[in-house]
Every structure is written in structure tokens, then in C-alpha cells.
């Protein structure tokens, strides 16, 4: 049982602007942890997208961008490309949870 | 080239047990803490376990404590998952995950990650 909810599914055209919010709780972003973004393609490992609420990793297009603020974050895919369909995990810590990181309950993004 | 190769899945009888390897390569093993983290199959991720780098400390999901236990060999730069009592609900890909930076179990995002191996509980 995740405790970090994202909507099931987002979907856009082409081109468009998405966003995919990630809501916590003062035990997890809200304490100030990091936020992460993972995108997994169908049928592969999941792949880090975003660290440290805002960064990107090597490689990674800047049509992807991240940000946390208060107990919730984003992703953000800006110029949306057919290739970005996939699904979309965040993860933080929770301090309420023995060492505990935690995902969040993923999104699928559609390009329609 | 920094590397992650999960084996030991397969099909087990409710009750039975697994062992679960993550072999490293291409990065100092002992410097990074890691983690199993699962996904059945149609769900979302779940983080399982984590260890230290040095294996001194352990973490566990509610859902596996006291069933599961994560271990290290440094020397052999592989991750172990010991896995006991297997439930249903224990059907999943697993994967193996390395921390981003070498320090402690933290809320540090994972960089790296193996492309997981099948358990099957079932009779």
C-alpha cells in the first residue's frame, strides 16, 4: 500500500505539456526528503528520470523536469514525443517506515 | 560499464523457499547501499528491502519482515535476497537497485538497475 498517490493516467497530444503530480505527507516529502521520477517502458527495468526533486541524470531530455514543493511533487513532459508513453514512478523516504523508501502508485501516460 | 544481473527466480510451492543474486559490476560494491524492490505483475513498484554497503544494516518492507532477509558479499560483489514462507502475493519481477551516491540507506534515488528475475508462487 503505496503512501504516495499519483493519478492512474494522464494522457496528451503530441507536442503538448503534461504534468503528473506525486502527494505525500509530513512523514515523507513534506519531512524534506527527496522526490524521484522513474519512466518504465513496457516490459523493462524501470529507467531514473529525475533525482533530487529537479535534477537530470546524463542523457536525459530536457523536456523532463521535476519539482516539490510543501508534501507534493511533479514531473513535467514538456514537447510530448510518442516515445515518452510509458508508466511513471515516484519515490521518496518515509520517516514513519523503518528505513523504508517508498514509490508512488504510478501513472500511465498516454500519447494520443 | 556499471551493471546489475539478477538470477535465482523461478516457480515455488506457497510455503517454500527462494534465493534471490544481484551481481555487480563496473562500480565499487561495497561503497553503495542497495535494495530489492519488486513489481507484480500488473502493479506498481514496491521497495522490498536495503543494505548498507558495508551489510551492517538492514531494512525491510512490513509486507516481507521476518520473511525475507537481504544480505551482501563484498568480496564477490553480489546481493542476496533469502526468501522464506513464500505467499501468493509474493509473485513478482524483482529487481535489484543501486543507490545513486555511496553513502547510507537513505532517500537517495536509485541510478542503477537489473532487469529483474520472475518469482512464481504458486501450487
Known amino acids: 500500500q503505496s503512501v504516495l498517490t499519483q493519478p492512474p493516467s494522464v494522457s496528451g497530444a503530441p507536442g503538448q505539456r503534461v504534468t503528473i503530480s506525486c502527494t505525500g505527507s509530513s512523514s515523507n516529502i513534506g519531512a524534506g526528503y527527496d522526490v524521484h521520477w522513474y519512466q518504465q517502458l513496457p516490459g523493462t527495468a524501470p529507467k531514473l528520470l529525475i533525482y533530487?526533486?529537479?535534477n537530470r541524470p546524463s542523457g536525459v531530455p530536457d523536456r523532463f523536469s521535476g519539482s516539490k514543493s510543501g508534501t507534493s511533487a511533479s514531473l513535467a513532459i514538456t514537447g510530448l514525443q510518442a516515445e515518452d508513453e510509458a508508466d511513471y514512478y515516484c519515490?521518496?523516504?518515509?520517516?514513519?517506515?523503518?528505513?523504508?523508501?517508498?514509490f508512488g502508485t504510478g501513472t500511465k501516460v498516454t500519447v494520443l | 560499464e556499471v551493471q546489475l544481473l539478477e538470477s535465482g527466480g523461478g516457480l515455488v510451492q506457497p510455503g517454500g523457499s527462494l534465493r534471490l543474486s544481484c551481481a555487480a559490476s563496473?562500480?565499487?560494491?561495497?561503497?553503495?547501499?542497495m535494495s530489492w524492490v519488486r513489481q507484480a505483475p500488473g502493479k506498481g513498484l514496491e521497495w522490498v528491502s536495503a543494505i548498507s554497503g558495508s551489510g551492517g544494516s538492514t531494512y525491510y518492507a512490513d509486507s516481507v519482515k521476518g520473511r525475507f532477509t537481504i544480505s551482501r558479499d563484498n568480496s564477490k560483489n553480489t546481493l542476496y535476497l533469502q526468501m522464506n514462507s513464500l505467499r501468493a502475493e509474493d509473485t513478482a519481477v524483482y529487481y535489484c537497485?543501486?543507490?545513486?551516491?555511496?553513502?547510507?540507506?537513505?532517500?537517495?534515488?536509485?541510478?542503477?538497475w537489473g532487469q529483474g528475475t520472475m518469482v512464481t508462487v504458486s501450487s
Open positions: 537497485a543501486k543507490d545513486r551516491l555511496p553513502t547510507t540507506v537513505s532517500d537517495d534515488a536509485f541510478d542503477i
Open positions: 533530487g526533486n529537479s
Open positions: 519515490q521518496s523516504y518515509d520517516s514513519s517506515l523503518s528505513g523504508s523508501k517508498v
Open positions: 563496473g562500480f565499487t560494491f561495497s561503497s553503495y547501499a
